[in-house]
């Protein structure tokens, strides 16, 4: 016998689709004026993970420190090029429609619960990469020079402004080698930059030949070449400039810190260079 449906229950069936399309379409959509779902998410995030911060200080907020915590949240807007009337006008109309609310607030949770895995994932690698370093053979110091230099040196002194080294080692292969100095550049002098020059000399009698910039400034700056020696090969010799340029004299410049090291690696070429 077939199964028909009387007028009474076609009635409320309609009347239950009507309904469920009306709780459908009664969903408030967001202003174009105001930031969308994904975008007060993000927000949200970034100012939830700023309150984690200031929570784990423990910052008073008296009126010490209240410009300090203002100032936190001013940055996190001002990475979304939102003014504080902005973000509180757009509060205000998600806070009147919970319901957009409610699935904002469930991507921010997602927001964070990335971002806790990424930094947890970055923390596990950094632990490995220490351990792995924490096992390779020991470093050998190649520097046995002065470690510290004033320039210009005196005018009646023959060195060379531009500080030229040389080193024979005993054929090092698979390692890296690295050439460090510390620049502090002084008032009075006319050089802007200069370089850092390194020639790594092998057994087949090839070379290398490698460059750091050096930046005038009058805070210490870092001058670091980081070589990779290939196991194939033998390095014999070192040698180059550690501030190389033609008017070198006319530089007011310390130097200081100067160390080369040797790193061995143990089938771990492929580490990159930290």
Same mark, same amino acid.
């Given at each position: 016998m077939a199964n028909k449906q009387t007028p009474m229950f076609r009635y409320i069936s309609i009347v239950v689709l009507i309904i469920v399309l009306a709780s459908c379409s009664t969903r408030p959509r967001v202003p174009r004026s105001l930031p969308d779902e994904e975008k007060m998410a993000e927000v949200l995030a970034d100012i939830y993970q700023v309150e984690s911060v200031l929570g784990q200080t423990r910052l008073s907020y008296n009126s010490s420190k209240e410009d300090k915590v203002s100032g936190y949240y001013k940055f996190v807007l001002d990475q979304h090029e939102m003014t504080k009337a902005e973000f509180d006008t757009a509060m205000s109309w998600y806070s009147a429609n919970p319901t957009v609310l409610t699935d904002v607030y469930e991507e921010v949770i997602e927001i964070l619960s990335r971002r806790d895995a990424e930094l947890k994932n970055k923390i596990n690698k950094e632990k490995d990469e220490r351990k792995a370093l924490s096992k390779l053979p020991g470093k050998t110091e190649l520097w046995n020079d002065t470690t510290a230099f004033e320039l210009p040196f005196d005018a009646k002194d023959s060195l060379d402004n531009r500080i030229p080294y040389n080193v024979d080692v005993d054929s090092l292969s698979n390692g890296i080698l690295r050439l460090y100095g510390g620049y502090t550049f002084k008032e009075g002098g006319f050089l802007d930059s200069a370089k850092m020059t390194m020639i790594a000399c092998y057994a087949d009698s090839t070379i290398d030949t490698i460059y750091y910039p050096i930046h005038k400034s009058f805070k210490k700056v870092s001058g670091n070449i980081s070589h990779r020696v290939n196991k194939n090969k033998e390095l014999i010799n070192v040698s180059g400039f550690l501030f190389e340029h033609d008017t070198a004299?006319?530089?007011?410049?310390? +130097?200081?810190?100067?160390?080369?090291?040797? +790193?061995?690696t143990m089938g771990a070429e492929e580490m990159e260079l930290h």
């Open positions: 004299k006319q530089s007011k410049v310390n +130097i200081e810190g100067v160390k080369m090291t040797f +790193i061995p």
